[in-house]
């Protein structure tokens, strides 16, 4: 047994070099903070990008922050936080949710997960601010793809590839990200409503005003409970928050205009700068499902947003169900006391024919080995994916397994 | 310009292979033999190079474009897909042992879905025209390519076209939900839908550029936006591009992203102005446009805020819209850049590289000792916010040898910019114009790697070959490991 901690990208090169002249598989993490999501990989041997650290460029006016693979999160924000700038997808902190530590996440595996909280909507998602990597492909050899300007079409866009890839396709070392200017305020209009149905039409109505809505969500009454923030803990409804971000001129305008128009639905309210810096990070890093003593499996489930209270209709009378909706009801976060099954087949049933697709974010090591924790792929996509893993792992020696059994 | 030796026994069956296509292809004008009927089709934008292709194809439904390339596929023929035909860079410039599939029958909007805000489009479809079918109820369809008009989706897809909005809007690619592509072998695969983020690898991400070498799009889902409530714009006149550059990077730094910035130099000002008279000021070297969209209230703040920001950068003129019309205006000069240019010269070169933007005064001042070196005269239109620079090299086709330096010109321009810490191609594509270039930004393993990935859709390598990458490599040779069992010791690294 092995643990790699490569200080440099020549270290990282040696590292999976050898992987492949062995034929000795590796686990591929950063500093461990995701590492109970996906399909466990059993391997011998591990590499880690912890000492792979430093913000390398940071160019504030350009717009853009190069950093060493292993940085972590917390070093990184609080760089941008000096430049009233942010990584505008909202990079997720799982920590909680899957029973760690808060903060300790790393640059790489922000990026390899490609998980993005509700702004979302409004400025993609962690893949559409990658503009460059170096990285250590499956075949032992160092690669680099994209650049660091805004605009590149330059060659294939590995960069969307190596998104979400978990690990499985390459080591990232060195990534190049777009970085934004953090608004000067938000408002969080507030609309007061059990009624999942109603509460994807007030989202659909507040995301379709001119108003720049920079997330939408909708949390029942008995998630409410359990987000510790002001004028939500202890409402009596539960309650659809539409984000304005921007000047404080243009805030306070567009949150009387929002206001305004969704006042049919029921009462509005509103949360001011300060609230809803804590309201939102909850709803991103699913703080309701993350209390301690909460045992529960957790879906992260992406459908079109109209379809999300039909798909929690067929979800709802499952054991220990439980939901809350983001990015205007295309985004749905599950909770099920179901702990041997993980209720796998229900959610993938209820997905399946809306086109959209359901992860497991949280569940057990057993779990996580006995169902599949990405959506199965379809037979054409199943089959460029297969492809695409052997010509950059041919030998599987980087994270086999994490996200498909066989791949 | 060499493209791969044309297979000629291919081209000995011209008339056999027509007749199987129109087997497949039955529809009127599906197929396309006659020379002088292809002859239009010899070309894309890149008008400079011209190759007529074996036979045009032009299918009308899905499963006559899977039979086509399955055809091809089995036959060992090669495919060169086709937009509206608008490239700049050669990426739809037929083969001559090839077969040109047009998609332009694809036409259809096939929905418009509000509720979830994307629009189901055919690949045919213009860039306009979706925003075209939206705008009536308030929305619009945000990456505009200068070709919008005439630019077809598909081909978006393809190059993952920009605009001068992409600073704040992104590009095809980040504008994309779903997509029906059918690779050669025939297979009809979808990706995505109408929800965000892919299962799995993001597929959709890299067939998004990949400039018709993965497979071929037959249907696209795009995100279409609410458009904003208003937009207003500053014309701002300066004595530098180092000032203009250094308002730029005041603005940005200043925390706004406006939806438009773009930069003009004095040679370009002053060709829009005797083209179009849109009022520009002719005492200044360069002119920034600055558009700020939104909630209303926030776009008046913003411009103050701008206007500020240009006054202590030592704007000579700043013009600020105060109507929809003078905004327009402003952009009219913009818009008619290229043709305006094409006015004052026979010929010209657009090329498309990207720079850090704080690059602008080094590139502008050795881009102009090479127009003295070359003997061409350049102008040079920015979209600032991003980087992404336009020169547009004057040249003369009919002088012998002179289309060949404005190539070598644009060539060093390209070769800058990558030494400066940009890139080849901003939004235009790789194509056949800067496949040759490729090597200066990529070395062999970071190529090798981005073929592979073709090898992964296309193991024959019939989709458009000659296309993005400088050497033809075969996938069985790619695919050969460089590391042996047994061969390497173990790492002397850092554990825990």
Redesign the interface.
Known sequence: MSNFAPENAQQVLDAVAWAVSEGAPLQVRGSNSKSAIGRPVNTEHEINTSNLTGIRLYEPEELILQAEAGTTMAEIEAALDEKNQQLAFEPMDLGPLLQGESGTGTLGGVIAGNLSGPRRIRVGAARDHLLGFDAVSGRGEAFKSGGRVMKNVTGYDLCKLMCGSWGTLGVMTRLTVKVLPRAEKERTVLVHTDDRQQAVAIMRDGLNAPYDVTGACWVPRSVTARIDVEHVTGTDTGLVALRLEGPDVSVSYRAAQMRELLKDYGKTDELHTSNGRKFWPAIRDVQPFAKPGDERVVWRISVAPSEAPSILEKLNGLSGAEAFMDWGGGLVWLALDMPSDGGADDVRAAVAGFGGHATLIRGSQALRGAVPVFQPLSPGVKKLTERIKASFDPDRVLNPGRMYDGL | MEMPAPDQDVINRRESIADDLKALVPGPGGVIVDEDERRPWESDGLTAYRIQPLVVVLPETVAEVAAVLRYCHDNGIKVVPRGAGTSLSGGALPLQDGILLGLGKFNRILEV?????CARVQPGVTNLAITKAVEAD?YYYAPDPSSQIACSIGGNVA??S?GVH??KY??T??NLLGLEIV?LDG?????G??????????????L???EGLLGVVTEVTVRIL????TARALLIGFDSSEAAGDCV??V??A???PGGMEMMDKYAIHAAEDFVQAGYPLDVDALLIVELD?????VD??IDRVKVIADDCGARSVRISESEQERLSFWAGRKAAFPAVGRISPDYYCMDG?????QLPTVLTRMAKLSDQYGLRVANVF?A????LHPLILYDANIPGELEKAEDFGSDILRLCVEV??????????GVE?RDL?PE??NE??????M??????DPDGLLNPGK?FPQLRRCAEL?R????????????????
């Open positions: 879905d509000y509720d979830n805000r308030g190059e993952n920009g992409c600073l992104g590009l690619t980040n690779t297979e009809v695969i979808r990706i839908g109408k929800h965000l983020d892919a299962e799995g690898y993001d597929l959709m991400g890299i998004t550029g990949s609410r458009s904003p409530e990077a005041k940005i730094g925390g706004i992203i939104g909630p209303a209230q926030e703040y913003l990207t720079i850090p933007r704080n979209h916010g991003d980087g992404n810490g940009g890139v080849l191609t901003g939004e235009h594509g790789v800067k490729m930004m990529f393993t970071d190529l090798d790697h981005q592979r990935l073709k090898c992964a859709f993005v695919g490991m460089h590391i042996h069992k047994g061969k390497m010791p173990f790492p002397d690294i850092p554990r825990f």
